[in-house]
């Protein structure tokens, strides 16, 4: 019963299993830094929670199999010396197995069945399938066997601490489906056979990466597991996510924050316009009563205690530029009219009376949560936000342009100049940018790479203070790219989050603003080094940026979209094309 492996190889313990549009997938890690010894059906509607477990059996003994995972976009396999089960999903919410001269028993996550937790399980006389109904994600998880025969299922209808479970077997092999459903569904009728679901999903996945690879595979060698890590963690719309939505990841950080969304947009736009548009809005759905994007948004919970920082006018500009076609009129209209509240926000809910800078009021709310710029005040005025802000306000003055609101750009126009020119009059003082506490006065530096961000500014800063900031990044640039906190720094650490390790949206930000100030040296270093960090270490949430080890979640998404956005920049470049987001702002 071979199948043959589909599409690049990749550790399941560090990339989930799984689809585009589906809400779960298959890995052993079932919680945040947790990996189990099984392999489990892990859903991401209602949270993440994993709610199925996998045991490979001997056949006849019933003893537990050692065996070894292989992972490809199209294909789980449990590898045996002497036989094998397949895993591959038929439709986004249904997984098809197969299993030859190897048992699988499946048992609830959760042992105990209380009122409130827990997976039930019964038979269900309408089909004869075999059903979990889990506390945990409000879903059901149907089992029907096409081949073969459940052995020995146990503790159906049982309450408490029963032990539940069943196990797929088969004499001459065995296959069954697992479907997601939310309550009741047809009876499931196999439409294809094992092979062509394999195929199937393999033709889905070289789409997508048709779409979004980009330059020879020479030129980008991880192009294709960073659009593995994009496409199997993209979910159709459900709950609170009303688009079609790219999860940070399908491990843990399974939301989408209200600035990674911008990364994977950039990524997606060349090839997959309406996608990577969706991407954007995403957390412009839920903007609130006083202009505020929520800090995230996913299946079930839309927080707004915090929120990100305003780098949407610099991602709109981009994106626009990387669209291969514009938005219409009305769309255009709709995302002014959304840019110009978020914008509003910051220069009214976030900028205390007498002041002409607004404040964040947290280290969460700039995206850099416990950066050391936050160190001596966590209420702060600081110059990445200033400078985020008049390139979104530079930005709203090109759309009313477009859009025939002539008063409207004029008066933008003259808000970003106010905004840049109280930045370098109150931030900017010997050689290098500091904080402010809009309370006090009292002033704070550190040594984080987040006061350089207003790089990000390019032309539109003075040319001492570009050089300065130019020289200051370089400083900071280890083997393996920009470390967030100076490695001489007292404070820096290796795990520390963002005082120390690498980070894909920095990195961005940053090359694209050198590249504006024409210190493309520079900037090309920066990308070679963390387009081959990513080579290396994959694309997790960050990166210790002395080792280039890879920390966090591995599976991050805009870490994947921060690559394929730099390939494809350089391919551009070497090619002759005008490369995408280096436009005045």
């Given at each position: 019963?071979?199948?043959?492996?589909?599409?690049?190889?990749?550790?399941?313990?560090?990339?989930?299993?799984?689809?585009?549009?589906?809400?779960?997938?298959?890995?052993?890690?079932?919680?945040?830094?947790?990996?189990?010894?099984?392999?489990?059906?892990?859903?991401?509607?209602?949270?993440?929670?994993?709610?199925?477990?996998?045991?490979?059996?001997?056949?006849?003994?019933?003893?537990?199999?050692?065996?070894?995972?292989?992972?490809?976009?199209?294909?789980?396999?449990?590898?045996?010396?002497?036989?094998?089960?397949?895993?591959?999903?038929?439709?986004?919410?249904?997984?098809?197995?197969?299993?030859?001269?190897?048992?699988?028993?499946?048992?609830?996550?959760?042992?105990?069945?209380?009122?409130?937790?827990?997976?039930?399980f019964y038979r269900d006389p309408v089909d004869n399938s075999y059903q979990f109904t889990s506390y945990e994600?409000g879903r059901r998880y149907r089992i029907t066997t096409l081949a073969g025969a459940v052995a020995a299922p146990?503790?159906?209808?049982?309450?408490?601490?029963?032990?539940?479970?069943?196990?797929?077997?088969?004499?001459?092999?065995?296959?069954?489906?697992?479907?997601?459903?939310?309550?009741?569904?047809?009876?499931?009728?196999?439409?294809?056979?094992?092979?062509?679901?394999?195929?199937?999903?393999?033709?889905?996945?070289?789409?997508?990466?048709?779409?979004?690879?980009?330059?020879?595979?020479?030129?980008?060698?991880?192009?294709?597991?960073?659009?593995?890590?994009?496409?199997?963690?993209?979910?159709?719309?459900?709950?609170?996510?009303?688009?079609?939505?790219?999860?940070?990841?399908?491990?843990?950080?399974?939301?989408?924050?209200?600035?990674?969304?911008?990364?994977?947009?950039?990524?997606?736009?060349?090839?997959?316009?309406?996608?990577?548009?969706?991407?954007?809005?995403?957390?412009?759905?839920?903007?609130?009563?006083?202009?505020?994007?929520?800090?995230?948004?996913?299946?079930?919970?839309?927080?707004?205690?915090?929120?990100?920082?305003?780098?949407?006018?610099?991602?709109?500009?981009?994106?626009?530029?990387?669209?291969?076609?514009?938005?219409?009129?009305?769309?255009?209209?709709?995302?002014?009219?959304?840019?110009?509240?978020?914008?509003?926000?910051?220069?009214?809910?976030?900028?205390?009376?007498?002041?002409?800078?607004?404040?964040?009021?947290?280290?969460?709310?700039?995206?850099?949560?416990?950066?050391?710029?936050?160190?001596?005040?966590?209420?702060?005025?600081?110059?990445?936000?200033?400078?985020?802000?008049?390139?979104?306000?530079?930005?709203?003055?090109?759309?009313?342009?477009?859009?025939?609101?002539?008063?409207?750009?004029?008066?933008?126009?003259?808000?970003?100049?106010?905004?840049?020119?109280?930045?370098?009059?109150?931030?900017?003082?010997?050689?290098?940018?500091?904080?402010?506490?809009?309370?006090?006065?009292?002033?704070?530096?550190?040594?984080?790479?987040?006061?350089?961000?207003?790089?990000?500014?390019?032309?539109?800063?003075?040319?001492?203070?570009?050089?300065?900031?130019?020289?200051?990044?370089?400083?900071?640039?280890?083997?393996?790219?920009?470390?967030?906190?100076?490695?001489?720094?007292?404070?820096?650490?290796?795990?520390?989050?963002?005082?120390?390790?690498?980070?894909?949206?920095?990195?961005?930000?940053?090359?694209?603003?050198?590249?504006?100030?024409?210190?493309?040296?520079?900037?090309?270093?920066?990308?070679?080094?963390?387009?081959?960090?990513?080579?290396?270490?994959?694309?997790?949430?960050?990166?210790?940026?002395?080792?280039?080890?890879?920390?966090?979640?591995?599976?991050?998404?805009?870490?994947?979209?921060?690559?394929?956005?730099?390939?494809?920049?350089?391919?551009?470049?070497?090619?002759?094309?005008?490369?995408?987001?280096?436009?005045?702002?």
């Open positions: 019963m071979p199948v043959i492996p589909n599409g690049p190889a990749f550790s399941i313990q560090e990339i989930p299993f799984s689809h585009y549009g589906s809400w779960f997938n298959v890995s052993a890690v079932i919680a945040q830094h947790t990996m189990d010894r099984d392999l489990h059906l892990v859903s991401h509607q209602n949270g993440m929670h994993p709610v199925l477990r996998f045991v490979p059996l001997q056949p006849g003994s019933g003893d537990r199999a050692r065996t070894a995972w292989d992972a490809t976009p199209a294909t789980l396999t449990w590898r045996h010396d002497n036989g094998r089960i397949n895993l591959a999903y038929d439709t986004a919410d249904t997984v098809r197995l197969r299993g030859d001269h190897l048992d699988l028993m499946i048992v609830p996550a959760v042992s105990e069945l209380t009122p409130f937790s827990g997976t039930y994600t146990a503790g159906l209808e049982g309450l408490g601490g029963v032990a539940r479970r069943l196990t797929l077997s088969g004499s001459h092999g065995w296959e069954a489906a697992i479907e997601e459903i939310d309550n009741a569904r047809s009876p499931h009728v196999a439409s294809h056979d094992f092979g062509t679901v394999v195929d199937r999903a393999d033709r889905a996945f070289r789409d997508f990466t048709d779409a979004v690879a980009g330059p020879p595979a020479d030129r980008a060698p991880a192009a294709e597991p960073a659009a593995y890590v994009l496409w199997s963690a993209t979910v159709r719309p459900a709950g609170f996510l009303r688009r079609p939505a790219v999860l940070m990841s399908k491990h843990w950080m399974d939301k989408v924050w209200s600035w990674d969304h911008c990364f994977n947009a950039l990524a997606l736009a060349p090839g997959l316009p309406d996608l990577a548009w969706h991407q954007f809005q995403l957390p412009f759905d839920h903007q609130d009563e006083s202009g505020a994007l929520p800090d995230s948004v996913t299946h079930s919970e839309v927080l707004y205690n915090f929120v990100k920082p305003p780098i949407h006018g610099w991602a709109l500009r981009r994106l626009r530029e990387r669209l291969p076609r514009s938005p219409e009129t009305d769309e255009l209209r709709e995302t002014y009219r959304r840019l110009k509240r978020w914008t509003d926000y910051w220069l009214v809910s976030r900028t205390a009376p007498g002041q002409a800078l607004p404040h964040y009021q947290h280290g969460n709310d700039s995206g850099w949560d416990n950066a050391t710029t936050f160190d001596a005040a966590r209420v702060l005025i600081t110059a990445d936000l200033a400078s985020f802000l008049v390139l979104q306000l530079a930005e709203l003055a090109e759309l009313a342009k477009e859009l025939g609101y002539a008063d409207d750009a004029d008066r933008h126009l003259r808000a970003a100049d106010r905004v840049q020119d109280a930045m370098l009059d109150r931030l900017w003082a010997a050689g290098r940018f500091r904080g402010l506490s809009p309370r006090t006065g009292q002033v704070s530096t550190s040594q984080s790479l987040l006061d350089l961000v207003p790089i990000v500014l390019g032309n539109r800063l003075p040319r001492e203070v570009s050089d300065r900031l130019a020289d200051r990044i370089a400083s900071h640039l280890t083997p393996y790219g920009l470390a967030t906190e100076h490695p001489d720094s007292p404070h820096y650490e290796s795990d520390g989050y963002w005082r120390g390790p690498i980070w894909a949206p920095s990195t961005i930000l940053i090359e694209d603003g050198l590249r504006r100030t024409g210190h493309s040296g520079l900037a090309d270093e920066i990308s070679s080094r963390f387009r081959a960090l990513c080579e290396r270490s994959g694309f997790a949430e960050n990166f210790d940026a002395l080792t280039g080890e890879g920390l966090r979640d591995r599976a991050y998404t805009w870490t994947a979209s921060s690559y394929l956005l730099l390939a494809d920049d350089l391919h551009r470049r070497d090619s002759g094309a005008a490369p995408s987001g280096h436009a005045d702002m």
